[in-house]
């Protein structure tokens, strides 16, 4: 132990004098602009290449940047990461993302109209059914093995008898909880056009569905769906719904259409397999008999029902960064070989359905399925978040905003701090312009991401994706050609500079997505996030459905 903390203090000496020596060539303060630019990002990419922009009108070369010149001698990108365990600083970007969109679809806003908050909405949770007897929670009552576990208790999900357990069931449905999404989907736009007398082919002409959900891992390992169901009118949130559409017939629908929907898969049994004693798997999948739905109410509702729109935003966006590795205690990346598994700290019932999907995936009748390759997320392969194209806008749009938004502060800073060229030139190791002016750091960091996005942004009427004007406006008046040209360096800051985002870094002030009303209180200990929150208590995770 003593050998390993001098190895740590002698190896940060030596990053500290190597800062020295950069700081007394005048390289620290431009290399510390372009790290605080990833906002504490864990393990940014790196690109190297070149940039030229160009008016097409005149000719003229309006600037250009060639990663040489930047500080670091590359161009440094946040990874976008949405998972916590992976990158803390983009999960919780990406959170706050999530809020907004979700939020928008329930309130207005974000180019949503905000009488989408009239119309009818519900929030709906579809859980798995049961594989096997586990340790829960069942209210006030004991478990079934006779304990009543703590909050904490690492035995909460796990099979009261491992050897019985449908593990083949459970990785199967998991992996057939897309399916199953999409065909209740399908059954739900049945149930919504008999319940209003129409067909399914007519119902277009009178209403839309819109929807966005979120998938959640239980404590078991199963998948379950949240999600917020809305009727708009024929055209759109900005489009009034029938007289005909209300809550009650919302509700009814969900119930119906979670009910009727079977997913059908043959696979073989287990019999001849490392563990016969367990039963074979199912051939039909379906949602559990667990259904909850919920009226939601608007941010202003002070009455005795606690589902407001902020309060769904903020309960959705909060699984946004989660997977199965918070809830679980699996693994957070995909794995190469299952002998892999033996250098990380799993608990058993993860392990025993990693080994699952691994095996099950090895089978020709299962190849379609992809198990090896999402074992680590215990069979689940499908998107964990979705949303209907009328729900509200999108993430790509909320992105865009917010690089237009800061590229006006830079250019205001700019202006009201001008810089020296000669001096910029030199501590950056930059080149000036023809016009004289030095590309500084700050503004190509900034514009040189937005290029590696190009494709990606909403464009306006006759402006080419991922073209923008110099001013940051969309509009067919745009004349600036981008010639750009990227390569993969690497990810994650070398030595140096990771020492120097260590030392800069601070810690993140705490931002709340500020409900209507108090939260409820949190289990001490549980870091799923499984707690006695109002939107999921008549749903009691790891139970036997």
């Given at each position: 132990?003593?050998?390993h903390?001098g190895s740590?203090?002698?190896r940060r000496?030596?990053?500290t004098?190597r800062?020295?020596?950069?700081?007394?060539a005048?390289?620290?303060a431009?290399l510390?602009?372009?790290?605080?630019?990833?906002g504490?990002?864990?393990?940014?990419?790196r690109m190297?290449?070149?940039?030229?922009r160009?008016d097409?009108?005149?000719?003229?070369?309006l600037?250009?940047?060639?990663?040489?010149?930047?500080p670091?001698?590359?161009?440094?990108?946040?990874c976008?990461n949405?998972?916590?365990?992976?990158?803390?600083?983009c999960?919780?970007?990406?959170r706050?993302d999530?809020?907004?969109?979700?939020a928008?679809?329930?309130r207005?806003?974000?180019?949503?109209p905000t009488?989408?908050?009239?119309h009818?909405?519900?929030f709906a949770?579809l859980t798995a059914?049961?594989?096997?007897p586990v340790?829960?929670?069942?209210?006030t009552a004991?478990?079934t093995?006779?304990?009543?576990h703590?909050?904490?208790?690492p035995l909460l999900?796990?099979?009261?008898n491992?050897q019985r357990?449908?593990?083949?069931?459970?990785?199967?449905?998991n992996?057939?909880a897309p399916?199953?999404?999409?065909?209740f989907t399908?059954?739900?736009?049945?149930e919504i056009?008999?319940?209003?007398g129409?067909t399914?082919?007519?119902?277009r002409?009178?209403a839309?569905?819109s929807?966005?959900?979120?998938a959640?891992?239980?404590?078991r390992?199963q998948?379950h769906?949240?999600?917020?169901?809305?009727i708009d009118?024929p055209?759109?949130?900005?489009?009034?719904?029938p007289a005909w559409?209300?809550?009650?017939?919302?509700?009814?629908?969900?119930?119906?259409?979670?009910?009727?929907t079977?997913?059908?898969?043959?696979?073989?049994?287990?019999?001849?397999?490392?563990?016969?004693?367990?039963?074979a798997g199912p051939?039909?999948f379906r949602?559990?008999?667990?259904?909850d739905?919920?009226?939601?109410?608007?941010?202003?509702?002070?009455?005795?029902?606690?589902v407001t729109?902020?309060h769904?935003?903020?309960?959705i966006a909060?699984y946004a960064?989660?997977?199965a590795?918070?809830?679980t205690g699996?693994?957070?990346r995909r794995?190469r070989f299952?002998a892999?598994l033996?250098q990380h700290?799993?608990t058993d019932?993860?392990?025993?359905?990693?080994?699952?999907?691994?095996?099950l995936?090895a089978q020709h009748?299962?190849?379609?399925?992809?198990l090896?390759q999402w074992a680590?997320?215990?069979?689940f392969?499908?998107?964990?978040s979705?949303?209907t194209r009328?729900?509200s806008?999108?993430?790509?749009h909320?992105?865009?905003?917010?690089t237009?938004w800061r590229?006006?502060q830079?250019d205001a800073?700019?202006a009201?701090t001008?810089?020296?060229p000669a001096?910029?030139?030199?501590?950056a190791?930059q080149e000036?312009?023809?016009?004289?002016?030095?590309l500084?750091?700050?503004h190509s960091d900034r514009e040189?991401r937005?290029?590696l996005?190009?494709?990606?942004t909403d464009?306006?009427?006759g402006?080419r994706?991922g073209?923008?004007?110099k001013?940051?406006?969309s509009?067919?008046?745009d004349?600036t050609?981008?010639i750009?040209?990227?390569?993969?360096a690497?990810t994650g800051l070398l030595?140096?500079?990771a020492h120097?985002a260590?030392?800069?870094?601070?810690k993140?002030r705490?931002r709340?997505?500020?409900?209507?009303r108090?939260?409820q209180?949190?289990?001490?200990?549980?870091?799923?996030?499984?707690t006695?929150?109002?939107?999921t208590?008549a749903?009691?995770t790891?139970?036997?459905?």
């Amino acid at each position: 132990m003593s050998a390993h903390r001098g190895s740590a203090l002698e190896r940060r000496a030596r990053l500290t004098a190597r800062l020295a020596k950069l700081a007394a060539a005048g390289y620290l303060a431009p290399l510390a602009r372009q790290i605080g630019s990833l906002g504490g990002c864990a393990r940014p990419i790196r690109m190297t290449g070149h940039r030229t922009r160009l008016d097409t009108a005149t000719g003229q070369i309006l600037d250009h940047l060639d990663t040489r010149h930047l500080p670091a001698g590359e161009l440094l990108v946040r990874c976008g990461n949405r998972r916590a365990t992976r990158c803390p600083a983009c999960s919780t970007l990406y959170r706050y993302d999530t809020y907004q969109l979700i939020a928008a679809g329930l309130r207005g806003g974000k180019t949503v109209p905000t009488s989408v908050a009239t119309h009818p909405r519900v929030f709906a949770t579809l859980t798995a059914p049961g594989f096997g007897p586990v340790h829960n929670q069942p209210g006030t009552a004991p478990c079934t093995c006779g304990t009543r576990h703590a909050d904490g208790d690492p035995l909460l999900g796990t099979p009261l008898n491992p050897q019985r357990y449908d593990y083949t069931g459970a990785v199967l449905w998991n992996a057939h909880a897309p399916a199953l999404w999409a065909r209740f989907t399908t059954h739900l736009r049945r149930e919504i056009a008999k319940a209003a007398g129409l067909t399914q082919r007519t119902l277009r002409h009178h209403a839309t569905l819109s929807y966005a959900k979120v998938a959640e891992y239980q404590k078991r390992g199963q998948i379950h769906f949240h999600t917020v169901i809305r009727i708009d009118g024929p055209t759109g949130p900005a489009s009034t719904p029938p007289a005909w559409a209300t809550i009650g017939l919302l509700d009814h629908a969900v119930r119906a259409a979670a009910n009727r929907t079977r997913v059908q898969h043959q696979h073989p049994s287990r019999a001849g397999e490392a563990d016969p004693a367990q039963s074979a798997g199912p051939t039909a999948f379906r949602f559990g008999r667990q259904i909850d739905v919920r009226a939601i109410r608007s941010t202003d509702f002070t009455g005795d029902g606690p589902v407001t729109d902020r309060h769904v935003a903020a309960y959705i966006a909060k699984y946004a960064t989660k997977g199965a590795e918070t809830t679980t205690g699996t693994l957070d990346r995909r794995l190469r070989f299952l002998a892999e598994l033996a250098q990380h700290d799993l608990t058993d019932h993860a392990r025993r359905m990693i080994h699952t999907a691994w095996h099950l995936g090895a089978q020709h009748q299962h190849t379609h399925l992809r198990l090896r390759q999402w074992a680590h997320m215990l069979g689940f392969r499908g998107h964990f978040s979705t949303r209907t194209r009328h729900y509200s806008t999108t993430l790509t749009h909320l992105r865009a905003e917010r690089t237009t938004w800061r590229g006006r502060q830079d250019d205001a800073t700019s202006a009201s701090t001008p810089l020296d060229p000669a001096t910029v030139g030199l501590h950056a190791g930059q080149e000036p312009t023809s016009e004289g002016q030095p590309l500084t750091d700050r503004h190509s960091d900034r514009e040189d991401r937005a290029d590696l996005t190009a494709g990606h942004t909403d464009p306006g009427p006759g402006h080419r994706a991922g073209h923008r004007a110099k001013d940051g406006r969309s509009g067919g008046a745009d004349t600036t050609l981008v010639i750009s040209h990227w390569q993969y360096a690497g990810t994650g800051l070398l030595p140096e500079l990771a020492h120097l985002a260590e030392l800069l870094s601070t810690k993140p002030r705490p931002r709340t997505e500020q409900p209507s009303r108090p939260r409820q209180a949190r289990r001490a200990g549980d870091p799923a996030g499984h707690t006695t929150d109002p939107l999921t208590a008549a749903v009691q995770t790891g139970a036997i459905a």
